[in-house]
C-alpha cells in the first residue's frame, strides 16, 4: 500500500492528481458528498440544539468500505476536497465515515487545497498542509439544517394547500418570487405613447448623417415631449424647410476599461449571453476543464478552481498575461502595471483567485483538438476574459453636434470613433439591456461650428414604453448576486429546481411563471412574506458567511431563526385553506346556472368553473372568451416548408403545420432538453427529455431511431448501489411519496428520499371526479 492517501471528490482529478504526485502516494475519489442528511422526516433533531442526524449515502457506502482499507495501511490520509465551504464540510465527513479522529496518529490527518490542478500548486498544496476549518464546516452545517427545516416544512404545508408534491425552499422561494413579481409587473403595465423627430441631414460635401430633436428654446426635452402625433406634426410644420446650422461641436476623449476577470456567477451570465449555455451546462463544463483533460502530456486542469467570488489574479497570471499580450499584439496593447479590480457583489468571499486559465499559454485555438465543442467554446471565454482584463484601455473619440432649425428648435446628433481600441481587439462583454441611444451611435462626418447643412426630410416616429423585461437565466443570476441571495455555486440547482418542479418554464432563454408557481409564490407571499424577503434571505445569507468567520455560533443562529418560523407555520396551517388558495372570484355568471364563475387550480393549470358545483359542472378554459388567431412562429415545417403555426392543445402549445390539413405535420413547442447523461445502452447518445404527443415527459436517447432506449421515470445519473447499472430513476406517488430506484427488471433496489404524506382518517367514498376538478375537457362533442 501507498504511504500516503490522498482523497479528492472526482475520479477524473484523481488520475490527474496521482501522475503529477508520483510514487508513495494513492490518490481516491470519493464521488462527492459520502454522508447526508436523509431526505425524511426527523433527520434534525430540534430539541436537542437541532442536532443533524447524518446517514452514509447509500451509493457512497462501497467507495468508503475501499477507502477504510486503503487508509487503514497508510502513515498519511491527506483530504484535498474542494477549496471551499461544501470540500471543507465534504472532508469532515469522509473523517466521520470512516471513523478515524482528526487526531489520529496513524494514519496522520491533514488537509490540503488544490486552487488548480497543475504539478507546481500541487506539490506546493502537499508541502504546506493544513487542518480542516471547522467554521467553515459549521456554516455548511448551518446552511443544510436551514434548508433542511424550510424545505420538509413549508413542502408539506403546500401538498395541503394546494396539491401533493409541491416543494418550497429557502432560496428557491425567494427567486420564484422574483420571476412570478416581474410577470405582475408585465400584466400591470400600461404602454405609454411618445414621438420622437429625426432630420435626415446631408453636408455641402454630400456626407449624410441623422440628428434628433433635442431641445425647444434651449430647454432639453423630456421623453414625453411630443406625448402624441398631433405634436410631432405640429413641431414638422414648424421647422417645414428652414435651413440647419451647426452651432455647437464637442468633441471629447473617453476610456473605456475591461471586465473583470470572471466569478462564478459572471461565468454563469456572460456563458449564457455568448454562448446559450445554461448555468448548470456552464459548471458542469467548468468543472471538466478544472479536473483535467489531456492536451498532450497526459490529463491536467486547465482552468482553476470554478466557484469563487473573487476578482484577483495572482502575480503570476498578470506577468504571463503581460508577456503573451506584447507577443500576440504588441507593446502598446500591454499594461504597465498590473490593473487590480474590486469585486462590487454583496457578500463576496475572496479566498480565492479568480476563475482563469491555469496556463494562458494555453491558446484556445493551439488546443482546440483536444477538446469537445462546449469545452473549446468555453476555454476561449476564460482565456479571453482574462487576458483582456490585463490589456490597455480602449480610446475612443465622441462628438456632439447640435444643429439648430427654425430659431428655436435644437437637433443633436452624437458619433464616436475608435481611435485605439486596446482590450477590445480581443474581447467585449455582453449586456442583458441595450441602450438606444448608444445603439444609434455611429461615426459622424467632418463639421464645422457655424457650417450650414441641408435638411433633406424629417422624420417623425411613434414610440411606445415597453414594460420591464421578463427575467433570462443571466439577468436572474445577476439579480440574486446583486441582492446577496443565496451562492453563486447554488444557482444552477435553483434553477433546475424551478423548472423540473414546473413552476417556470424556459422559452428562449425566458422565464415565464406557470400557474402553479405563482400560486405557490402567492401563498408563500401572503403568508410567509418575512422568509421569501429579499433582505431577510440576504441578511441570512450574512449570518451564515460570519459562522464561516467564526464570529457567530451556528445553533444559536438556527434557534433565532426556527422558533418564530416554525410557531408561524402552525398558526397559518389553521387560517389558511385550500379553497382559498386555489380558488379565485371573477365577476363573470356561469351561462348555465347563472352563478358566479370562479377561477381553479388544476393539473394543467388555471380555468373557469361553477361556483354551483357539483350540482352544475360547467367549465371552460380561462381565456376561452377571448380565443387568438393562432401565431406565426419563425420556424417552417421540415415536410412542406410551410411556416409553422404555436397552437394551444389539451397539453399545452405546440407547433403545427399552416398548410393543414394536406399536411399534418406537428412538433413541440420546446425542443427536447438534453440531461448530460450517457445513455446507458449503446453508450455513445445522450438521454433527453421529451413529451409524448398525449403531453407526458418521457426520457430516450438522442441516437433514436438507432438506439431506442427510453424511460418514463427521471433519470438520475448515479450507478445502482446493488447491480452498478449506470443510473437509477426517481418518482414520486402518493402512495410510496418520492422515491429513487434501478430502472433494470431484475434488480429491486429502492431508496425512498421523501415518506408519502400520511393518510387522513377515513371518510365517506367520495363521488368519481368532476369536471370542474379535472379542469376543461378539450374531447369534441
Known sequence: MARSLVIVESPAKAKTIEKF????????????????????????????????????????KKHIAALKKEAAGSQELILATDPDREGEAIAWHLLEALEIP????????KRVTFHEITKGAIQEAIAAPGRIARDLVDAQQARSVLDYLVGFNLSPFL???????????????????????????????????????????????????????????????????????????????AVGTAPFAVTRLKQTEKKRNPAAPFTTSTLQQEASRKLGFSARKTMSVAQKLYEGIDIGQGPEGLITYMRTDSVALSQVATGEAHDLIVKLFGKEYALKQPRAFKNRAKNAQEAHEAIRPTSLGHIP????????????????????????????????????????????YTFRASGQVVRFPGFMKLYIEDSDTVNEEEEAEGTL??????????????????????????????????????????????????????????????????????????????????????????????QMEEELDAISRGEMQWRPVLKEFWEPFIALLKEKEKQVSKQDVTTEKTDRTCPECSKPLVIKLGRSGRFLACSG????????????????????????????????????????????????????????????????????????GELMEKKSRYGKLFYSCNRYPKCKYALWDQPIAEPCPKCGFPLVVEKTTKRQGTFRKCPQENCDWSEVLVAPEPKAAPKKPAAKKSAAEKGPSSKKK
Not at 514 to 520: H, N, S
Open 21 to 60: 504526485l508520483g510514487p508513495g502516494y494513492k490518490v481516491l475519489a470519493s464521488y462527492g458528498h459520502v454522508r447526508a442528511l436523509p431526505s425524511k422526516q426527523g433527520s434534525v433533531d430540534v430539541e436537542h440544539d437541532f442536532e443533524p442526524i447524518y446517514h452514509v449515502l447509500p451509493e457512497s
Open 102 to 109: 482528526e487526531s489520529s496518529k496513524k494514519p496522520q490527518v
Open 159 to 237: 401538498w395541503k394547500k394546494i396539491r401533493y408534491g409541491l416543494s418550497a425552499g429557502r432560496v428557491q422561494s425567494v427567486a420564484l418570487r422574483l420571476i412570478c413579481e416581474r410577470e405582475k409587473e408585465i400584466n400591470a403595465f400600461e404602454a405609454r405613447e411618445y414621438w420622437t423627430i429625426d432630420a435626415d441631414l446631408t453636408t455641402a460635401h454630400g456626407a449624410a448623417f441623422q440628428a434628433r430633436l433635442h431641445a425647444l428654446d434651449g430647454k432639453t426635452l423630456d421623453k414625453f415631449a411630443l406625448a402624441n402625433e398631433a405634436d410631432a406634426r405640429q413641431v414638422v410644420n
Open 365 to 408: 485555438e493551439q488546443i482546440k483538438g483536444h477538446l469537445s465543442s462546449d469545452q473549446y467554446r468555453l476555454y476561449r471565454l476564460i482565456w479571453q476574459r482574462t487576458m483582456a482584463s490585463q490589456m490597455a484601455s480602449a480610446i475612443l473619440d465622441a462628438t456632439t453636434v447640435d444643429l439648430t432649425a427654425a430659431e428655436r
Open 445 to 538: 462626418p467632418a463639421l464645422a461650428e457655424g457650417e450650414p447643412v441641408e435638411c433633406r426630410k424629417l422624420l417623425p416616429a411613434q414610440h411606445f414604453t415597453q414594460p420591464p423585461p421578463r427575467f433570462t437565466e443571466a439577468s436572474l443570476v445577476k439579480t440574486l448576486e446583486e441582492n446577496g441571495i443565496g451562492r453563486p455555486s447554488t444557482y444552477a440547482s435553483i434553477i433546475n429546481t424551478l423548472t423540473m418542479r414546473k413552476y417556470v418554464r424556459l422559452e428562449k432563454r425566458v422565464f415565464f411563471p406557470e400557474d402553479v408557481g405563482m400560486v405557490v409564490s402567492d401563498l408563500l407571499v401572503n403568508h410567509f412574506e418575512k422568509y421569501v424577503d429579499y433582505q431577510f434571505t440576504a
Open 613 to 684: 358545483f357539483p350540482d352544475c359542472r360547467y367549465t371552460e378554459p380561462l381565456n376561452g372568451a377571448e380565443k387568438e388567431e393562432p401565431e406565426v412562429s419563425d420556424q417552417t415545417c421540415d415536410k412542406c416548408g410551410a411556416p409553422m403555426l404555436v397552437k394551444q392543445g389539451r397539453y399545452g402549445k405546440f407547433l403545427a403545420c399552416s398548410a393543414y390539413p394536406e399536411c399534418k405535420n406537428i412538433q413541440p413547442l420546446v425542443k427536447p432538453k438534453a440531461l448530460g447523461i450517457t445513455c446507458p445502452e449503446c453508450k455513445e
